[in-house]
């Protein structure tokens, strides 16, 4: 259109300011959000999911592990209902943290809250693949069971090591950067 006034170019700055300050602090009320939930995450794995893991009979149970998948993002879900599709990142984070915490740590929380013993080196030997292709369990998934193998094991806590950090990367990367400012704080165009 033509040149700008005083009044427009003060009203770009000012606004330009207010979006790098909402941006900040939108960044800073994200950083907490996610310590939050991530501690959150992490008691409920190491708490909630192993206590059950350990008083259900789960082998017994027809899709035990299907259920115990769906129980490590269950309480995840409704942050898709509050805040919409577009913290799946997060979801899945929390839901893969809270796994990663009955995957890493079953057998230490049930010696500390039931008194359960074994050999935790030899635990950990076979959780973490280096027990390669000897097998110790089955994936109960009700219409199908697959063994378990110390390397399938491995690979599998590994990779979610792995997607957890992509998915916060993503999350917090969309926090920060894809960041939409409000639509009434627009600039003046030439």
């Known amino acids: 259109m033509g040149k700008k006034t005083r009044q427009q170019y003060a009203w770009t700055a000012k606004n330009s300011r207010q979006s790098a300050k909402m941006k900040k602090n939108d960044a800073e009320d994200a950083g907490k959000f ?5 501690i959150y995450s992490i008691l409920y794995g190491l708490f909630s999911i192993n206590y059950i893991d350990f008083v259900i009979a789960g082998p017994t149970i027809v899709g ?3 259920w115990l998948t769906i129980a490590y993002f269950s309480l995840f879900i409704p942050l898709i209902l509050i805040f919409g599709f577009e913290d799946w990142e997060l979801v899945g984070a929390l839901g893969l ?10 057998y230490p929380i049930g010696r500390l809250m039931l008194g359960i013993t074994v050999n935790l080196s030899e635990w950990y030997a076979f959780q973490l693949g280096f027990k390669g292709f000897e097998v110790w369990w089955n994936f109960n998934a009700g219409f199908v069971t697959v063994p378990v193998s110390s390397l399938l094991m491995g690979l599998t ?12 990367y993503r999350w917090w990367h969309c926090k920060r950067i894809c960041h939409k400012p409000p639509a009434n704080l627009t600039t003046v165009e030439d």
């Open 157 to 168: 806590i590994h990779a979610r090591i792995g997607i957890v950090g992509a998915l916060i």
């Open 97 to 106: 943290t809270a796994s990663l915490m009955n995957d890493a740590f079953y």
């Open 34 to 38: 996610l310590s939050k939930m991530g």
């Open 64 to 66: 035990y592990h299907i």
